[in-house]
């Protein structure tokens, strides 16, 4: 009690010395950093959670390409179940010369069976709450339809060959946790509306449903009774299909921004190291004190652990506002991503950030505090005894220990973990090597400096040398800040810039799929109208994959993840007789006239996926009937060329004379405001696919999520701003004695400042020159070696980052000597 | 009692053969030039360091075979559990807390009721009372150690060590903060062990040695 009251009041003496708001300030970013990270995904979390419950709008669905038997209505009130019928599927919207893809999605009136519908007269109405389907003749839909046509609520909408009301605006659909990243909007329509549009025919890409609900008896015995009569390409789905790969992709985001969180904490607690050493230095003397009154090591060793753990709580306490505020603001930044709105954090992320200030505090804070115990009584007597300082090795020890356990807690896993330490320490180490080596090489820049008149320059390089440690910690600390944010915002601009430049000027920009055979020959009458030289219709059957090497696929275990998608999705198959444009053959033959047939080449990288090369066995399912071929060839395929491509490519003796659709791609200038309206009202069935509105939906959905991860390496940043700012404090009677005396020798105010601004800016200026290097070269790297890009010298980067780092690291450095020349300079000479 | 250090070549004997009694009530100055090893036996009766031979006994308890927590627990209490007391040359006031709070440190920690109470009283009565709040950089050298000495006196030591409390003021702030700290001492009984190179202000103690050349001496 005694020692609690002591550390309460001693406490808040402490929170007002400098290096320990700068501990506390350092450890306020890599709490808010951590726990960030944890509010952020804990709210996606949730929101997959809420979907997956709602995902059905049922509590049991059968989804299939093809439309479900009509007795099943009879089936499931058989059982005593509500029921419910939906079918989604592309399509697009033409208004005023403007076209916009949609996914339209057609419900029968009970529709949904469970959740429910929120929809508004306008799109910033209130919401209404629904239980059931808009009704004949309406359709509801999503505010950015509106926003991208200029529609309005009351307009009427041209869907294939009908017209249909717009009457709301939705808000909510209890289902759409199927299409949660959605790019398209959403019409919702009755079911009985689609005939007169004419949008579905047997070849359409759609995935109709049934939907039943009620009592779980009649559940269960629904399902039984489904079970018995599944036929291939029909899928029972239950509640607990939430969407795997969502999950699986979440828990990687939530691995990497935990990760990328954690270079803001090793940087922090670089400073709170700092902070501490400094911390301990001046509680020597109190420590001396109290022994000399009669405490015991125990008693101080209490008193200390106290303080620190109150510094520590009044850390968290900021953290977790700064924390709170990011995780607003981002949130609200990957709102647009989600159908729906985000629900609030869960109180885990704030646990986390907690968890994240001890272990920090007890690897880079405790091994000096712990030290205050053995401050000798007699140091009250010679100043010169201190507690004895702690060894590097030891703290290096102790702060790697701490870090390899938030990695590891991060990762989740030892391997990952490993790497991830790894490459967070080989970055610093690299840096702060290369921050040690030009400092070394900037002695002769010192040397060099002309002696008279320019005692500022000298000194202020000079001064460099003397703090060298100090300089390339900060160098090091602010190099890697900087770094990382380049990488993000100009490097990866710079990347996308490059790709595009790879992408011709006239490479197609219009995908036209679900070309029924018959209309091949008038819809390329329609194109050559349109100017298109020569429109090319390439074949696709749509098949399941069902045997690998006569093996049933549901029993291999494929070695990458992507392999069981691959094996699982619905396969387009097409055929050729010539080899493709835009592909290259990499190993095997191409087939001639007088090869039997059942021969098949793939693309390597589909090949590799499902562990599968030239001369192996392949079984497909169409529509029920099963056909056989061997992999003849591997291709390699040019995607950038935006051709149309196949994974797989039969001979065509095998499929042409299978049912399937057409596919053609073409260019069409940007002036055409004719030929896609045209192509809709006489070709309703045709979808559309717009390649560049495509793209830009999905640059959008890029730069969204990149602005979370540059908000996540936001505070590498500030951290390395606390790092400079922390060693400024740790030099900081140093650098007060020496420019007392520098004044006492009559330097004047102007030349001290000046000396501390070269200081500053040769920290900044060498920290942005190798961020910019450091950027630079990942950017190259991953042109190179992963995009195959040519990466093209950014100029404006390496003249731009030394300058922001020097422009940022000499104010906040003259920020702090302007008071240290407030301070008489007597205090400074006295100063110990 | 003996003591040395050990120094890069072999051991630098500072004090040899030591032979000393204080006795309560009693007020003794240590004379000796700047570096004769007056702080090192200083430390050395404080039991803020322990003799490298020999014995040093404390309120009757030997204290160079103690551990440091033990002679810790000797120098902690007042006057009934013995008790300690301490003015230094350069003051040691914590810079981080007001002079209140400096005086009332020591008395908080050795748990005391009225902690807060004392410490202003005795403030009051080195003449402070108005300047309770003040940090030591708003104080002069006299002031601070006069806050130094409400700091050594609240603690109702029975034993008083001073290591050249004037040594870093100037002749009348000096002479007055020795009246005081004189004065004081002998309102309260206290024992006093004065170390100091100035031989105006060791004639005002009840007696006097010197230290010369490691060894001790009685003088006038
Ligand atoms: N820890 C130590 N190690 C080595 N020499 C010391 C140590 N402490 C004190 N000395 C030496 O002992 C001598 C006496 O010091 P001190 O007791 O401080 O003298 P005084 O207080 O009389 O001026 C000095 O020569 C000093 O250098
Ligand atoms: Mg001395």
Known sequence: MKQLAIAWQLLRRDLRAGEVRVLVLALAVAVAAVAGVGFLT??????????????????????????????????????????????????????DGRSQLVQAKAVTADYPLRGELRHSATPDGEEVVSTSAPPAGEVWVERRLLDSLGLRVGDSLPLG??????????????????????????????WADLDATGLLNAYSRARYRFLAAGDEAGVAAFRAVLTDRLQAGQRLLGIEDARPEFRSALERAQRFLGLA?????????????????????????????????????????????????????????????????????????????????????????????ALTAVVTLAGFALPSVLRLRHVPPLRVLRRDLGAPSVSTWMLLASAAAALGLLVRWQAGEWQLAGYALLGLIGTALGFALLAWLLLWAGRGLQRGAPATGWWALRFGLGALQRRRGLAVLQIGAFATGMAV????????????????????????????????????????????????????????????????????????????????????????????????????????????????????????????SLGIGIGDKMEF????????????????????????????????????????????SFHLSAADHI?????????????AIDVGALIGQVRTLIDRAVLAVEGVFGFTLIAALV?????????????????????????????????????????????????????????????????????????????????????????????????????????????? | MEHGFTVPHGTLSILRDIHLRVKAGESLAVLGPSGSGKSTLLGLLAGLDRPSGGRIEMFGTRIDDL????????????????????????????????????????????????????????????????????????????????????????????????DEPTGNLDRATGAHVAELMFSLQRERGVTLVLVTHDENLAAQCDRRVRIDGGELRESA
């Open chain 1, 42 to 95: 804990s709210r996606v979390d949730a929101a997959m959670q809420r979907q997956a419950s709602e995902l059905l709008a049922a509590d049991v669905s059968v989804e299939a390409p093809r439309e479900l038997p009509a007795d099943w209505d009879e089936l499931a009130s058989d059982e005593g179940l509500r029921h419910a019928r939906i079918v989604r599927f592309p399509t697009v919207v033409f208004h």
């Open chain 1, 161 to 190: 060959r009908g017209e249909l009301r717009i009457a709301r605006v939705l808000r909510y659909e209890p289902d759409r946790g199927a299409d949660m990243f959605q790019i398209a909007p959403r019409v919702l329509m009755a």
């Open chain 1, 261 to 353: 969180a954690l270079g803001a904490v090793l940087l922090a607690g670089a400073a709170v190291a700092l902070a501490a050493h400094r911390y301990r230095e001046r509680q020597s003397d109190m420590a001396a004190l109290m022994r000399c009154f009669g405490s015991r090591q125990n008693d101080i060793l209490t008193l200390y652990l106290l303080r620190l753990f109150g510094i520590g709580a009044v850390a968290v306490l900021i953290g977790l506002a700064l924390a709170w505020l990011a995780q607003a603001v981002l949130g609200e930044v990957l709102a647009g991503l989600f159908a729906t709105t985000l629900p609030p954090p869960s109180w885990r992320g704030a646990g986390v950030g």
């Open chain 1, 485 to 608: 944010i380049l990488l993000l915002a100009v490097v990866r601009v710079d990347l996308l810039a490059a790709w595009r430049d790879t992408v011709a000027d006239d490479a197609p920009n219009q995908f036209l799929i679900n070309v029924q055979p018959e209309e091949v020959e008038p819809l390329r009458a329609l194109l050559r109208d349109a100017g298109i030289a020569d429109p090319r219709f390439y074949p696709m059957v749509r098949a399941r994959l069902t045997h690998l090497n006569d093996k049933p696929i549901d029993e291999i275990a494929f070695a990458e993840e992507r392999g069981e998608r691959f094996a699982h999705r619905d396969q387009n198959l097409s055929y050729a007789a010539e080899f493709p444009r835009a592909n290259r053959m990499l190993g095997g033959l191409w087939w001639g006239p007088d090869d039997a047939g059942h021969q098949v080449s793939l693309e390597k990288r589909f090949a590799d």
């Open chain 1, 621 to 664: 399912d169409i529509a029920g009937t099963p056909l056989q071929a061997h992999v003849m060839s591997l291709r390699e395929v040019d995607w950038d060329s935006f051709q149309v491509n196949f994974f797989v490519l039969f001979n065509p003796k095998a499929l042409a004379d299978q049912p399937g659709t057409w596919v053609t």
């Open chain 1, 675 to 687: 030929t896609l309206p045209r192509l809709n009202r006489e070709f309703p069935t045709v979808t």
């Open chain 1, 723 to 832: 790092v400079f700012l922390a060693a400024f404090q740790a030099e900081r009677a140093d650098r007060g004695r020496e420019i007392a005396l520098l004044r006492s020798f009559g330097a004047t105010r102007v030349q001290v400042r000046r000396a501390a601004m070269i200081e500053f800016l040769m920290i900044g200026g060498l920290s942005g020159l190798l961020a910019a290097a450091a950027a630079w070269g990942a950017g190259w790297l991953l042109a190179a070696r992963v995009f195959n890009l040519d990466y093209a010298f950014n100029a404006w980067m390496w003249i731009a980052a030394p300058l922001i780092g020097a422009a940022l690291l000499s104010t906040a450095g003259m920020l702090n000597v302007r008071r240290v020349l407030a301070e008489p300079p007597l205090q400074g000479l006295q100063a110990s």
């Open chain 2, 67 to 162: 551990d440091e927590d033990g002679r810790a627990a000797l120098r902690a209490g007042d006057r009934d559990a013995g008790g300690v007391g301490f003015v230094f040359q350069s003051f040691q006031l914590l810079p981080a807390l007001t002079a209140l709070e400096n005086v009332r440190l020591p008395l908080e920690l050795s748990g005391n009721r009225d902690a807060d109470a004392r410490a202003r009283d005795w403030l009051g009565r080195v003449g402070l009372g108005d300047r309770l709040d003040h940090f030591p950089r708003q104080l002069s050298g006299g002031e601070q150690q006069r806050v130094a000495l409400a700091r050594a006196f609240a603690g109702d030591p029975a034993l008083l060590f001073a």
